[in-house]
């Protein structure tokens, strides 16, 4: 059985060469599908024999959508990566064992080891499941701008090694990024329920995906916003011990857990009370 590797990419140069390098060998097609990057990272796929294809970005789930219907996939087998991720060695051989002996499974989901200024940021993150290995036709990403999960036509299994997400860039583009997808965020607070169709169920005792969905609709999103990420950050470094990590995991649980989430609803309540001023007869202050 055959593996592609579909890396979608923009503006990621610095990255790129550390995934390209981890599957080149190893998959039988590697492709890099681009957002019109504005740096090498055309260059640099093709340097490292990948094929490139570009396509104007939308959103994350489009995009995906987009690379699973336009590339010339031929393998039985898709991998997606993001181009700050790479593939270990014991990750590999696992695959390759799991494709020899044949599996009655359509996707698998993998372990996701999160590398944090070169520190394995375990507590309190660890272990995340994400789906990202799945038989060509049997997945599609579902319709959501931001955190996006494939929704598989099908049973799913897991593999015990990990891939690894390692970016190498510095913290300011690390804020930079998550700026946007602050407001990705925000904007999904808006949407109503009757618009999120093709989503994943969100179910309490299903996979590790569906039972943090329902803990976002049924808990996080009910609490006050701009309270809600005081206690996420408390429950991650406090009661996870993620403390225990050392200083490395204080500034990221700091940034992730506290921060970002602040943004999202600093954001949210931005929009809010524009759609309100937005609402109100001319002429009327609000006061």
């Not at 996979?207 to 329902?214: E, I, P, V």
Request: hydrophobic share 40%; with cysteine; aromatic share 14%.
């Amino acid at each position: 059985m055959s593996v592609a590797v579909v890396i979608l990419t923009f503006n990621e140069e610095a990255n790129l060469p550390q995934a390209l390098r981890s599957v080149r060998g190893w998959a039988q097609e590697v492709f890099v599908f681009d957002s019109f990057s504005a740096d090498r990272t055309v260059e640099v796929a093709r340097e490292h024999g990948a094929v490139v294809m570009q396509h104007r970005f939308e959103n994350y789930a489009r995009q995906r959508n987009a690379a699973l219907q336009r590339l010339p996939l031929t393998c039985e087998w898709i991998l997606f990566l993001d181009a700050d991720e790479w593939v270990p060695e014991a990750l590999k051989r696992e695959i390759d064992a799991v494709m020899a002996l044949g599996t009655p499974h359509d996707a698998f989901q993998l372990s996701w080891r999160f590398i944090w200024m070169g520190r394995w940021i375990r507590r309190g993150y660890y272990p995340t499941w994400i789906l990202r290995l799945f038989r060509r036709g049997k997945a599609r990403c579902e319709e959501r701008a931001v955190n996006e999960h494939l929704v598989v036509e099908g049973t799913t299994g897991r593999l015990e090694n990990d891939f690894v997400h390692e970016d190498l860039r510095g913290v300011g583009d690390w804020i930079d990024k998550h700026n946007r997808y602050a407001t990705l965020e925000a904007r999904e607070l808006f949407r109503r329920r009757s618009e999120q169709t093709g989503e994943i169920d969100a179910h309490f005792f299903g996979t590790q995906a569906q039972r943090k969905r329902w803990l976002r609709h049924k808990v996080f999103n009910r609490m006050p916003p701009l309270i809600r990420p005081f206690f996420y950050w408390i429950y991650r470094y406090v009661l996870c011990g993620g403390f225990l990590d050392g200083r490395e995991a204080f500034i990221y649980h700091f940034l992730h857990a506290l921060w970002f989430p602040l943004l999202i609803d600093v954001k949210y309540l931005e929009m809010k009370w524009q759609r309100e001023r937005d609402a109100r007869p001319p002429g009327d202050s609000g006061t």
